[in-house]
């Protein structure tokens, strides 16, 4: 599996989590937080991120390219590492 997912939920002043389905209608009091986040997953991983979805999935592109540049760069050094002609 490999996709996200926004989601959100409320705590309130204390920072305990508000139940959004409750069988007592409760009014939002001052105080009341919302808390947006996004799950990643990344096949049989998952990690949440406080962050709302396109802010972060550009942060995850920017760190997959950024691991791509550095893998071809330090693939490239290894590769004339090994042919170097070496002078005895």
């Known amino acids: 599996m490999l996709g996200f997912q926004e989601y959100h939920y ?3 002043a204390a920072g305990a989590t508000i139940m959004p389905y409750s069988d007592v209608e409760r009014k939002p009091q001052p105080g009341d937080r ?3 986040c996004t799950q990643i997953y990344f096949g049989p991983f998952s990690y949440s991120i406080a962050m709302r979805a396109l802010p ?3 942060g ?3 760190a997959a390219l950024a691991a ?3 893998l ?3 693939l490239k050094y290894l590769r004339g590492k090994r042919y170097e002609t070496q002078v005895a």
Do not use: E, M
């Open 68 to 70: 791509l540049v550095l």
């Open 56 to 58: 972060s999935l550009l």
């Open 34 to 36: 919302r808390h947006n």
């Open 60 to 62: 995850c592109g920017f």
């Open 72 to 74: 071809d760069f330090g």
């Open 10 to 12: 409320a705590t309130d």
